[in-house]
């Protein structure tokens, strides 16, 4: 049963930018934590009450909707991905350096697998180098020649190149 939902769990996150959504969590996270936990080190208390709070919530929260958006709606990804991209930055100047750096890292990251990521299996890679032109002719200096007005020179003809 474990094997079976975990083969579930492989497929369905084979269909979606999974990924990129977990950078972006974890950033949004990151973003989100700094300005409503203090920290206690012995008697002291460290806590940052300033209006990056309030940016703080806002763009966590909507770096969130985008990292659930990924997973939920793969098709919008390019989108999620833009917007994810361009609030991690703005977080960087608004809200406590984007989570120290961390958040900003971590969601421009994922902001640019989303973007990157495709649906489309990969494709096999071919044994040898058949995909490749020929380039015995290359070397020569011979080449193709297409129907540039000259008498004979059709498209199947082939004439000297000289080197420049």
């Not at 049963?1 to 990924?19: D, I, K, V």
Request: glycine share 14%.
């Amino acid at each position: 049963m474990l094997l079976r939902a975990w083969r579930g769990f492989t497929a369905w996150r084979r269909g979606r930018p999974f990924w990129a959504g977990l950078f972006v969590a974890a950033g949004a996270l990151v973003i989100l934590f700094p300005p409503f936990v203090g920290v206690r080190l012995g008697d002291m208390v460290i806590s940052i009450k300033t209006i990056g709070g309030t940016s703080a919530l806002l763009i966590g929260t909507l770096l969130a909707i985008c990292a659930v958006s990924l997973w939920v709606q793969p098709g919008f990804r390019l989108a999620a991905g833009i917007v994810t991209v361009l609030l991690s930055l703005v977080a960087l100047v608004v809200t406590n350096l984007g989570g120290f750096l961390v958040g900003t890292v971590l969601s421009l990251l994922g902001g640019a697998l989303a973007v990157a990521w495709t649906d489309e299996p990969k494709r096999p890679k071919e044994a040898g180098r058949a995909d490749l032109p020929d380039t015995d002719a290359d070397r020569d200096g011979v080449t193709d020649a297409g129907t540039d007005g000259e008498p004979g020179a059709g498209p199947g003809t082939t004439q000297r190149v000289q080197p420049t």
